[in-house]
């Protein structure tokens, strides 16, 4: 699989697969394997033995390279852009940002999730896949997943009139007979209550920046963005725990090490007026200053 040639796009171009791609591929199979040998299909894990495939340097590099979240003065610009475009997917992006919400609990969010009165979203389902043509509503990553979070006033206000829309749009689909959301009354959806494919949001997203002159930073890193500018703006660790729902802050910690460290070498920084090759010495009255010259 780290031969060139392995992924082969739509136009026939030829490239390597990324290394995690590679694990991903290990995992899905070791999982697969397992579950056989539990099913007494198998009598031996055809994988046991063999060691999981690392991500290599290159990868590696790149991975870090890569800053797959807005800097705070980029978050304002690609906020303000949102906040005046036309595009039908401008409050699901919003509240990617604002939220900081994964991509699959935004498709799942229901009508019933939406507290209008005490502007916050309830979190506790999820779409990241399809079965049989049907999306699979899973409860969402964990426990501390499941929560409500609060989001500004003016979202909730314009979510309100989205939702009423929403409403007008699904009265029309079932009297004409074209709706397919059954008893679920999805926030998000193109107009007959069917959710959304889950890669349809990414790629639109992407579609988005692309046109909008943004660099590409994923729909996923719309969540990273609301972390850091929190942070920025002076947010704890645990208070962004709670908002990302993290089942610990040491999650939280981990993830956004980067952000915490450049916070603290800027607070640092704030003591470098007391360095005394730069700042004046205090002498007081009647003495003479013994600094070298």
């Not at 290990?26 to 697969?32: G, P, R």
């Not at 690392?54 to 990868?59: L, P, T």
């Not at 049907?134 to 979202?155: C, F, L, R």
């Not at 003591?271 to 070298?292: A, H, I």
């Amino acid at each position: 699989m780290r031969k060139p040639g392995a992924r082969v796009d739509k136009k026939g171009t030829k490239s390597t697969l990324a290394s995690r791609t590679i694990q991903y591929a290990y995992d899905v199979t070791n999982s697969i394997f397992q579950r056989a040998v539990e099913w007494r299909v198998l009598t031996k894990n055809p994988l046991e033995g063999v060691k999981r495939p690392q991500i290599s340097k290159e990868d590696k590099k790149a991975r870090k390279d890569r800053k797959n979240y807005f800097e705070e003065d980029e978050a304002v610009e690609v906020i303000d852009k949102l906040l005046y475009t036309d595009s039908k997917w401008r409050l699901f992006f919003l509240g990617a940002i604002m939220g900081g919400f994964r991509r699959g609990e935004l498709i799942a969010l229901d009508e019933d999730d939406c507290d209008f009165e005490n502007n916050r979203l309830r979190i506790d389902e999820s779409i990241s896949s399809t079965k049989n043509g049907q999306a699979d509503i899973t409860d969402t990553k964990n426990e501390a997943s499941n929560d409500y979070v609060d989001m500004p006033q003016w979202y909730i206000e314009e979510l309100a009139v989205h939702v009423k829309g929403m409403r007008k749009l699904r009265f029309e689909a079932k009297a004409n007979g074209t709706w397919q959301g059954g008893d679920r009354n999805f926030v998000f959806h193109s107009g007959t209550g069917k959710p959304y494919y889950h890669t349809t949001p990414s790629q639109q997203w992407k579609n988005w920046c692309e046109r909008h002159g943004f660099r590409n930073v994923s729909l996923h890193g719309l969540r990273h963005t609301n972390a850091t500018y929190l942070l920025g703006q002076g947010a704890s660790i645990k208070e962004i725990q709670h908002r990302l729902r993290h089942s610990t802050s040491q999650v939280t910690s981990d993830t956004y090490a980067h952000v915490t460290k450049k916070l603290s070498r800027k607070t640092t920084a704030h003591l470098d007026v007391f360095d005394p090759k730069v700042r004046p010495q205090f002498v007081p009255k009647g003495e003479k200053s013994n600094r070298s010259k």
